[in-house]
């Protein structure tokens, strides 16, 4: 029997089939899908070798992809609150921005992407536009 993946996680017998809607298939469907295909293959027929070996190389393929994935959002997280520390220390010092202009920082806001600064002349620039720190 044939299992076919469109547009979700399809499984089933010949005579009945289930579909679970997905957009993209994460670890542990594919790792269901690789079960239910095991599950259905007729052992005097078995998956060919190399297919198997595929299927078994694209799993690692996908464990490792995700565990980058975990690592890169914690690395991320780390960069966050290091900005915030950094931002914090910048008030009462006067910066100058990339276009030349300069002002004290009075304050600094966080929207959950970025870090603006906040200026005594009430502007607010992005902590990335800031060229240059003095006390």
Same mark, same amino acid.
């Given at each position: ?9 399809? #499984?089933?017998?010949?005579?009945? #089939? ?5 957009? =993209? ?22 998956? =060919? @070798?190399?297919?198997? #070996? #595929?299927?078994? @190389?694209?799993?690692? !393929? ?14 991320? @997280? ?6 915030? !520390? ?16 300069? @002002? ?6 966080? =929207? ?16 990335? =536009? ?6």
């Amino acid at each position: 029997m044939a299992i076919n993946v469109i547009n979700g996680l399809s #499984t089933g017998t010949n005579s009945s #089939t289930s579909v679970i809607p997905k957009t =993209d298939i994460d670890k542990n469907t594919f790792l269901r899908l690789f079960t239910k295909q095991l599950q259905y293959q007729d052992p005097l027929n078995p998956m =060919d @070798a190399s297919s198997f #070996t #595929t299927q078994l @190389a694209q799993f690692s !393929s996908l464990e490792q992809l995700y565990n980058v994935n975990t690592n890169l959002n914690s690395m991320i @997280a780390a960069q966050k609150s290091l900005l915030t !520390s950094i931002s914090s220390g910048l008030i009462g010092k006067q910066v100058t921005m990339k276009d030349g202009s300069s @002002a004290k920082v009075s304050g600094v806001s966080f =929207d959950g992407t970025n870090t603006n600064i906040m200026l005594d002349n009430n502007k607010s620039v992005l902590f990335t =536009d800031i060229k240059q720190i003095s006390a």
